[in-house]
Antibody
Framework: EVQLVESGGDLVQPGGSLRLSCAAS????????MHWVRQAPGKGLEYVSA????????YYANSVKGRFTISRDNSKNTLSLQMGSLRPEDMAVYYC?????????????WGKGTTVTVSS | QSALTQPASVSGSPGQSITISCTGT?????????VSWYQQHPGKAPKLMIYDVTNRPSGVSDRFSGSKSGNTASLTISGLQAEDEADYYC??????????FGGGTKLTVL
């Protein structure tokens, strides 16, 4: 079964740091681009960051550029998101997601999400 | 990157058809045949319903169909069922080689 399981969400103070992880299973992880997508409470979806299959091309939303770092370990089938200088507006459910083989940005597999709360 | 424009809400009765629009620009929706649609039930992760404007993933009901005209893409759900009540999001590839979501549409089945 194709599966993505996120972990690492927590309550953190403004200005703090957090590292999210995503364990992939059931597919050849190294063949797919991967995404982090977030959803603030009661709000819509937002692409946060993306990484290509071998990890040498990354994307960041303007809202997180310079504060977040995406990485992957294809030997461990793991995707990570290092989050720094966290702000209240970063509070959201963060989804790990798999891109399809289509050239466009289509996501065919989603994790259940992990919740990041930024509050003092 | 500005979000694509979707109506905040649509509604329909069981058995009817509804259409949700997704308006962008020539730099996203109008410029590429890479529009996808996602269904999200409360408290759940999104689910891919349509990709590349018109394609349905395996397992998605053929009651769901997608189309595009100019800078506007559309998702049509025919034979509306109670289980279709959910939030729907469109997404498009853009000229910046990234994706952008629409603001989401809440579908109510009356």
């Amino acid at each position: 079964e194709v599966q993505l399981v996120e972990s690492g969400g927590d309550l953190v103070q403004p200005g703090g740091s957090l590292r999210l992880s995503c364990a992939a299973s059931g597919f050849t992880f190294s063949s797919y681009s991967m995404h982090w997508v977030r959803q603030a409470p009661g709000k819509g979806l937002e692409y946060v960051s993306a990484i290509n299959p071998n990890g040498d091309i990354t994307y960041y939303a303007n809202s997180v550029k310079g504060r977040f770092t995406i990485s992957r370990d294809n030997s461990k089938n793991t995707l990570s998101l290092q989050m720094g200088s966290l702000r209240p507006e970063d509070m959201a459910v963060y989804y790990c997601a798999r891109d399809t083989a289509s050239p466009g940005w289509d996501i065919d597999v989603w994790g259940k999400g992990t919740t990041v709360t930024v509050s003092s | 990157q500005s979000a694509l424009t979707q109506p905040a809400s649509v509604s329909g009765s069981p058995g009817q058809s509804i259409t949700i629009s997704c308006t962008g620009t020539s730099s996203d929706v109008g410029g590429y045949n890479y529009v996808s649609w996602y269904q999200q039930h409360p408290g759940k992760a999104p689910k891919l319903m349509i990709y590349d404007v018109t394609n349905r993933p395996s397992g998605v009901s053929d009651r769901f169909s997608g189309s595009k005209s100019g800078n506007t893409a559309s998702l049509t759900i025919s034979g509306l069922q109670a289980e279709d009540e959910a939030d729907y999001y469109c997404s498009s590839y853009t000229s910046r080689s990234i994706g952008v979501f629409g603001g989401g549409t809440k579908l109510t089945v009356l």
